[in-house]
T-cell receptor, first 110, second 114 residues
Framework: GNSVTQMEGPVTLSEEAFLTINCTYTATGYPSLFWYVQYPGEGLQLLLKATKADDKGSNKGFEATYRKETTSFHLEKGSVQVSDSAVYFCALGSARQLTFGSGTQLTVLP | NAGVTQTPKFQVLKTGQSMTLQCAQDMNHEYMSWYRQDPGMGLRLIHYSVGAGITDQGEVPNGYNVSRSTTEDFPLRLLSAAPSQTSVYFC?????????????FGEGSRLTVL
């Protein structure tokens, strides 16, 4: 079946540092890939997505590229801010459902 | 612009009690789903529905029932609560068909079973 393996947290960075959160997946067929973000006390929000190989999703300075050859969808941001502190979930979408990774807690210190 | 609304936000139950978590969306979405979120395990799909009158099981359906009598509402029922059902529950919906589109989430319902 489908599965998503996500970098274990928590991750603590200083403001303006570079961020990478690793995500790899196992799937049959050609899934869509997503990053969702969860701020404290809230539900999840879509951060970015990619629907086919070599697509790059981007939003709010975050980027991720759908790499079929390495089955990866790593999240990156060049300069994080305190307001980026949240839990980040990688997810894989198939016909009927979304499969989530375990989440990575990011804390950005001023 | 309400989006996905869940009630209650917090609930404490005793083992064996029953309750219903309510979920309503005002975006005319056909697809609705329930997830539970547990520490270190991400979100796991409980049940989902692709339209009124149609429901199906997800990854962890045992102990939960659902029904979909209208497009707007998708309640989740716990018939006999167990401590293992202590969790945060999220309802989510989407409107796109085909390629799996964006899920819109409610704010969550925190359930504690004693």
């Amino acid at each position: 079946g489908n599965s998503v393996t996500q970098m274990e947290g928590p991750v603590t960075l200083s403001e303006e540092a570079f961020l990478t959160i690793n995500c790899t997946y196992t799937a049959t067929g050609y899934p869509s890939l997503f990053w969702y973000v969860q701020y404290p006390g809230e539900g999840l929000q879509l951060l970015l997505k990619a629907t086919k190989a070599d697509d790059k999703g981007s939003n709010k300075g975050f980027e991720a590229t759908y790499r079929k050859e390495t089955t990866s969808f790593h999240l990156e941001k060049g300069s994080v801010q305190v307001s980026d502190s949240a839990v980040y979930f990688c997810a894989l979408g198939s016909a009927r459902q979304l499969t989530f990774g375990s989440g990575t807690q990011l804390t950005v210190l001023p | 612009n309400a989006g996905v609304t869940q009630t209650p936000k917090f609930q404490v139950l005793k083992t064996g009690q029953s309750m219903t978590l309510q979920c309503a969306q005002d975006m005319n979405h056909e697809y609705m789903s329930w997830y539970r979120q547990d520490p270190g395990m991400g979100l796991r799909l409980i049940h989902y529905s692709v339209g009124a009158g149609i429901t199906d099981q997800g990854e962890v359906p045992n102990g939960y029932n659902v029904s979909r009598s209208t497009t707007e509402d998708f309640p989740l029922r716990l018939l006999s609560a167990a401590p293992s059902q202590t969790s945060v529950y999220f309802c989510a919906s989407r409107g796109e068909t085909g390629v799996f589109g964006e899920l819109f989430f409610g704010e969550g319902s925190r359930l504690t079973v004693l």
